[in-house]
């Protein structure tokens, strides 16, 4: 069975940084870009960023850029999320995402049950 | 990247069809066939009904169905269940290598 397991969310101050984590099991980690979708309290789903296999490749949303950095250990199984500069508006429930696996692009067929990041001073 | 268009709201009464549109621009709907649909009840995973734009995933009801016409894709859900109750994104492939996802819509099961 497929499981995504986010951790590392809690409450940092405006210009802290925080750390997630994403545990995947159930499948083949290393065959399959990887992905965080965030979605902000009232607010509907945001894309963050997404990095391939070998994280050859990796993409951000431009609100992200400069401020978010995605990695993996394949050999651990882990995605992750280090994110600096935090500010009010990255208050979230933030996703890791597997991508379907055919394209880049088809979309999102596995989701983790997320982790809260709250940004208050 | 602006967020794909959708309506904040549909309902519908139990076996009723309803169509969700999501309208996007010739630089990520209109221009790829990469838009993916996902249910969401709240607190708990996104799931994915549509992908490829008109592909269901292995145990997703062929009550959901997805189509695209230039800039706007929609999804039906036919014969509409109680269990249909809940949040609908779309997202599309845009230029760049990046996703942008619709506003999402709220479903009520009269």
């Known amino acids: 069975e497929v499981q995504l397991v986010e951790s590392g969310g809690g409450l940092v101050k405006p210009g802290g940084s925080l750390r997630l984590s994403c545990a995947a099991s159930?499948?083949?980690?290393?065959?399959?870009?990887m992905n965080w979708v965030r979605q902000a309290p009232g607010k509907g789903l945001e894309w963050v960023s997404s990095?391939?296999?070998?994280?050859?490749?990796?993409?951000?949303a431009d609100s992200m850029k400069g401020r978010f950095t995605i990695s993996r250990d394949n050999a651990k199984n882990s995605l992750y999320l280090q994110m600096n500069s935090l500010r009010d508006e990255d208050t979230a429930v933030y996703y890791c995402a597997r991508d379907l696996g055919y394209s880049f692009g088809d979309g999102f067929d596995y989701w983790g049950q997320g982790t809260l990041v709250t940004v208050s001073s | 990247q602006s967020a794909l268009t959708q309506p904040a709201s549909v309902s519908g009464s139990p076996g009723q069809s309803i169509t969700i549109s999501c309208t996007g621009t010739?630089?990520?709907?209109?221009?790829?066939?990469?838009v993916s649909w996902y249910q969401h009840h709240p607190g708990k995973a996104p799931k994915l009904m549509i992908y490829?734009?008109?592909k269901r995933p292995s145990g997703v009801s062929d009550r959901f169905s997805g189509s695209k016409s230039g800039n706007t894709a929609s999804l039906t859900i036919s014969g509409l269940q109680a269990e249909d109750e809940a949040d609908y994104y779309c997202?599309?492939?845009?230029?760049?290598?990046?996703?942008?996802f619709g506003t999402g819509t709220k479903v009520t099961v009269l």
């Open positions: 010739s630089s990520d709907v209109g221009n790829y066939n990469l």
């Open positions: 490829e734009g008109t």
């Open positions: 159930g499948f083949t980690f290393s065959s399959y870009t």
């Open positions: 990095i391939s296999t070998r994280s050859s490749y990796i993409y951000y």
């Open positions: 997202c599309s492939y845009a230029s760049s290598s990046t996703y942008v």
